[in-house]
Nanobody, 115 residues
Framework: QVRLVESGGGLVQAGGSLRLSCAAS????????MGWYRQAPGKQREFVAG???????NHADSVKGRFTISRDNAKNTVYLEMNSLKTEDTAVYYC?????????WGQGTQVTVSS
């Protein structure tokens, strides 16, 4: 069974920074993809950033230039560095992992950006 544990969320003022972490544990064969999604109140969950096993990254247009995803393969951990945060970045951020036939989500971590 795979478990994803996120950390690093919190309350920050607009223009500030936060760093999210997501550590995967359990019986993991080989991670193909790790990524971050977010869901704001009353909105659908949306893609934020992803990184594949080769290290290629993809970021949503709304966060390009402000957020950066990275990964530590040895620790099965993915990070999301968030800079120049805006109030519209307020959401619950979820970590996602795909490893072969395994598809897991974390429990989410709240990020609140105040004006």
């Amino acid at each position: 069974q795979v478990r994803l544990v996120e950390s690093g969320g919190g309350l920050v003022q607009a223009g500030g920074s936060l760093r999210l972490s997501c550590a995967a544990s359990g019986s993991i064969f080989r991670i193909n993809f790790m990524g971050w999604y977010r869901q704001a109140p009353g909105k659908q969950r949306e893609f934020v950033a992803g990184i594949n096993s080769g290290g290629s990254t993809n970021h949503a247009d709304s966060v390009k230039g402000r957020f950066t995803i990275s990964r530590d393969n040895a620790k099965n951990t993915v990070y999301l560095e968030m800079n120049s945060l805006k109030t519209e970045d307020t959401a619950v951020y979820y970590c996602k992992m795909i490893a072969g036939f395994q598809d897991a989500w974390g429990q989410g971590t709240q990020v609140t950006v105040s004006s």
